[in-house]
C-alpha cells in the first residue's frame, strides 16, 4: 500500500511498472461476436494545485444512478485527487451517442489492420492531441469484455512529464490526473450487488465519485498488477445498469 505522499514520476518507477507487468500472465477474451477495443492507461506526472481542479463535476441525476451508495457521501467531484504519478481519466463529451458523460480512458475501437496499441495511440491522439510513440508501452492488462458488445483490451502507457494535452471537446467534457496514492486508497475497491446481474459491481472510488467497469475495473488491475506487483482477474466483475448501453 502507498503512503500519503506523492509518488515521483522517475525512471525507478517506469522500471518498476514494466517489471511488474511482464511478469503478468495477461488474459485473453474471445471476441465471439464482440468487436475489440483498446484503452490507454497513460502514466504521466501530475501537480496537486495545477491538475487538482474539477470544473464540471457530476450532476446530482448522474449520482442518483449509481448503485449502492447508501450512507455515502458523494458530490461528483474528483478535485484535490492529481499529485506525482498519475493516469489519465477523461469525462465523455456529453453529445456522445454512446456511454455520454461517463467516465472513461482514452480509447475506442481496434480498426481492421490496426493492433490494440496503434488503436491506443491513435485514440489519443484524437481525444486529447496527445502525440505518443510505440516505444511509451510499458504493458498490457487482461482484456475486459462489456456489456455493450465489446472486449477491451487495456495499453499501459509512459507520458512522462508535462506533454501537450489538448482535449477534443466533441469527444471530452474534462480531463483529470489522476495521483497514485488516489487509485490506492484504504476503502477501494468497494463492490455492490444489483437486482439485474449475480455478479459483484465494482466501484473505485476518486475524489467525491465512483468509477466503475470497465474504467474502474481496468483501474483496479492497473493498481493490483503494475503498482503493487501482485495479481487480479477484473473480468468478471461487473458494470452498473447504466453503462451497459
Do not use: K
Request: with cysteine; proline share 9%.
Amino acid at each position: 500500500m502507498l503512503g500519503l505522499e506523492p509518488v515521483p514520476l522517475d525512471e525507478h518507477l517506469r522500471a518498476t511498472l514494466h517489471e511488474n507487468l511482464q511478469c503478468h500472465t495477461r488474459l485473453e477474451q474471445p471476441l465471439e461476436g464482440r468487436r475489440h477495443a483498446a484503452v490507454a492507461v497513460v502514466v504521466i506526472d501530475s501537480d496537486s494545485v495545477l491538475h487538482g481542479d474539477d470544473p464540471l463535476p457530476a450532476t446530482e441525476a448522474e449520482l442518483s444512478a449509481i448503485p449502492g451508495t447508501e450512507g455515502l457521501v458523494l458530490d461528483g467531484s474528483v478535485a484535490g485527487t492529481a499529485g506525482g504519478a498519475s493516469v489519465i481519466l477523461t469525462r465523455r463529451a456529453t453529445a456522445m451517442r454512446a456511454h455520454a458523460g461517463q467516465w472513461a480512458l482514452p480509447g475506442g475501437r481496434v480498426e481492421p489492420g490496426e493492433s490494440p496499441l496503434d488503436a491506443a495511440l491513435r485514440e489519443l491522439h484524437e481525444e486529447l492531441r496527445l502525440e505518443l510513440g510505440p516505444q511509451a508501452l510499458i504493458g498490457t492488462l487482461d482484456d475486459y469484455p462489456t456489456r455493450s458488445g465489446y472486449v477491451i483490451t487495456p495499453v499501459v502507457l509512459w507520458a512522462g512529464g508535462q506533454p501537450e494535452i489538448h482535449p477534443d471537446p466533441l469527444e471530452v467534457r474534462s480531463v483529470h490526473r489522476v495521483a497514485f496514492t488516489e487509485l490506492c486508497r484504504p476503502d477501494s475497491p468497494r463492490f455492490v450487488s444489483i437486482p439485474e446481474s449475480d455478479r459483484p459491481v465494482v466501484q473505485i472510488p476518486i475524489g467525491g465519485d465512483l468509477i466503475h467497469a470497465p474504467t474502474g475495473a481496468v483501474l483496479l488491475q492497473f493498481r493490483r498488477v503494475a503498482i503493487e506487483g501482485t495479481s487480479e482477474r477484473v473480468h468478471h466483475y461487473e458494470q452498473p445498469v447504466f453503462a451497459w448501453r
